[in-house]
């Protein structure tokens, strides 16, 4: 493999057997570019900036132009390297693992999955059948609508009926029979004694359902939900296609910013999730997804602007306004996305910064948890960590840009939590022991493994309390490519089923300086939004954690490394510490169901006062304080 200048821009094939895939790549673009033009799935957590390490590929066949790889490595970085020639090419096995964990649990203290939600759906269905045509009875089918409407028990007098609505109404009403001229009409009422609207029209008896879509920065998850019951139906996870851009916010705002095309690219890709959600949400229950009457979408600040295709220019640098905080409703054929005619998406309000309509539903879902007296916290660790603190009437939020370290992005050996993916490590007796989701070979960290392995590195000595990996300290450590790492599983040849190299598994000092900032960032937002409210730390009554890493990760691991406080237990022996799962989804899904909740969220997007904690003084010396560890 060789590094030769491009003599032109003639495209090569690429072959990845393991996908049974081929692509093309220019002599002009990386191998990481043309894998997302084309929808390869490759980690790049860095979004191709050559920075993190984390999109390594094997070139079997073939020659490459290598920028800044050294001869010797048989691990590439695909955003480091391009075609001189067809090449074939092994994935490293992290960017194929299949998926465990689909992040949509809603568990934890404050309700449980199964609970019912509340009942007040913006949205109904009214199965109707109207008086045929005829050439005594020439009223507009919209108008025959309208009088079986105020004949009903309980009289209904649409203000408007919808275009969506007046469109599909003819072909409906003229089916063979058995309905003919049958039709089932939803209609909407935004707020109880607003004014209704035909929304749209269906067959009849088709189901009403509605779309919940908590569309995180890492994952997206949603939750199908049959609206005239309340009763979720189904719910699914997935990977957020924009991680192709970057794995952390800032990534996707620069390329958006930078790059004219990237900004629509990432839109369509948050709309092409949602849109594979519906879909495979409908035919798991035997649905269409034309019967997806109604949707509610809740994310940060951020992924709500790349979604509505709103401009995100002034959201990467200070002040970092939004263009809209309130509660937003849009035609979801708007968007780009194809649900039942008529069908609107409703996008959460934020608070402030990059405290979004995420934050605001994992407050509506925990409303019964930080409404006790005394001091409550709410925390939900993702790549990028919002925080509210409760007290006396007034919630304070922030944001953290925790980056996307402690969910495995930016590490060097990180994963997704899939199959493969090392969730556990403890050292016992200077001994490594490795937990691995479906005790297989390992082949990268998850989130809440690598949180595992720095707690139990820094309890064994092997990381001293300034963060720097001690040389000589265990066998396993060693230095690798110019930095010192831990290894925790050396590179390994698999033959059962399709033979594969598997590389390495290592934690190096660039992976312990990235948690550790991302650590810092999150200790040093809970400490400074308590000082903002005149408390300590140790008055915290309740510390929620939110998110689906929250549920996850070890609370004695996360304190013993400086990430959560050392809160003493309550006075009736029970710690301090609630893991919740993932209120935004069951907050996002209180919205869909209830008009009330919609308007509740926005009553506590407008109560609670956005901090910006970078402009206090003693940001700097707090977050400096924290970067080691026992503190």
């Not at 089932?184 to 029209?201: D, H, K, N, Y």
């Not at 002034?314 to 008529?342: C, K, T, Y």
């Amino acid at each position: 493999m060789s590094g030769v200048a491009p003599s032109s821009h003639r495209p090569h094939r690429i072959d990845v057997p393991a996908l049974d895939r081929q692509i093309e790549c220019r002599e002009d673009e990386t191998l990481f570019a043309a894998a997302r033009r084309a929808g390869l799935r490759i980690v790049g957590a860095c979004g191709g900036r050559g920075s993190c390490g984390s999109c390594i590929v094997r070139v079997t066949e073939g020659r490459v132009h290598r920028e800044g790889e050294s001869a010797h490595r048989k691990w590439l970085r695909a955003c480091c390297i391009q075609p001189r020639s067809d090449l074939t090419l092994e994935v490293a096995p992290r960017s194929l693992a299949p998926i465990v964990r689909a992040d949509v649990r809603t568990h934890g203290g404050h309700e449980g999955e199964e609970a019912p939600l509340p009942l007040e759906p913006s949205l109904t269905a009214v199965e109707l059948t109207l008086p045929s045509a005829t050439l005594q009875d020439l009223a507009s089918d919209a108008d025959r609508l309208r009088r079986v409407l105020a004949a009903q028990p309980e009289p209904m007098e649409p203000a408007n009926i919808d275009w969506a609505a007046a469109a599909a109404l003819p072909g409906l009403l003229r089916q063979p029979v058995p309905h003919g001229w049958q039709v089932q009409a939803r209609l909407r009422q935004a707020e109880p004694g607003g004014p209704l609207t035909v929304a749209s029209v269906a067959r009849p008896g088709a189901p009403l359902l509605g779309l919940a879509v908590d569309l995180g920065t890492t994952n997206a998850a949603a939750f199908l939900v049959d609206l005239p019951s309340g009763r979720r139906l189904a719910s699914l996870g997935l990977e957020n296609p924009q991680v192709a851009w970057g794995a952390d916010l800032i990534s996707r705002i620069n390329h958006a910013i930078k790059e004219p095309d990237s900004a629509e690219a990432l839109r369509r890709a948050a709309v092409g999730a949602i849109q594979s959600l519906a879909h495979d949400l409908a035919r798991a229950v035997g649905a269409q997804v034309t019967d997806i009457a109604d949707a509610v979408v809740c994310g940060n600040t951020a992924m709500q602007h790349l979604l509505a295709g709103w401009p995100v220019a002034q959201l990467g640098r200070a002040p970092f306004v939004a263009a809209a905080l309130e509660p937003v409703d849009v035609a979801a054929d708007r968007l780009g996305l194809a649900l039942g005619p008529g069908a609107a998406l409703h996008l959460a309000p934020s608070i402030g910064g990059f405290v979004g309509g995420d934050h605001v539903t994992a407050l509506l879902a925990t409303e019964a948890i930080w409404q006790a007296p005394g001091v409550s916290l709410i925390m939900d660790v993702g790549t990028n960590t919002e925080i509210s603190l409760v007290h006396d009437g007034r919630i304070l939020s922030a944001s953290c840009p925790s980056g996307p370290a402690l969910e495995g992005g930016h590490i060097g050996s990180g994963m997704r939590a899939a199959e493969g993916a090392i969730e556990r490590v403890e050292v016992i007796d200077d001994e490594l022991r490795l937990q691995v989701i479906g005790a297989v070979v390992p082949v990268g960290l998850c989130g809440s493994g690598v949180l595992d392995a720095l707690a139990a590195f820094v309890g064994a000595s092997w990381i001293d309390a300034r963060g720097r990996i001690v040389a000589g300290r265990h066998p396993c450590i060693a230095e690798v490519d110019g930095a010192r790492a831990i290894t925790l599983a050396e590179e390994t040849e698999e033959t059962r089923g399709r033979h594969r190299l598997i590389p390495a598994v290592r934690f190096s000092q660039p992976d312990v300086r990235a948690v550790q900032l991302a650590k810092s960032a999150i200790r040093t937002g809970v400490r400074l939004l308590c000082a903002e409210a005149g408390l300590d730390e140790m008055q915290i009554d309740r510390f929620v954690i939110a998110g689906a890493f929250g549920a996850y990760l070890r609370v004695e691991s996360a304190r013993a490394i400086g990430l959560l406080p050392p809160l003493p237990p309550a006075p009736d022996g029970t710690s301090r510490f609630q893991q919740v799962g993932n209120a935004a989804g069951l907050g996002v899904q209180q919205m869909l169901s209830s008009r009330e909740r919609r308007a509740r969220a926005a009553q506590i997007a407008r109560q609670a006062r956005y901090v910006e904690l970078s402009t206090r003084s003693d940001f700097q010396k707090t977050f400096l304080q924290h970067i080691g560890f026992g503190s």
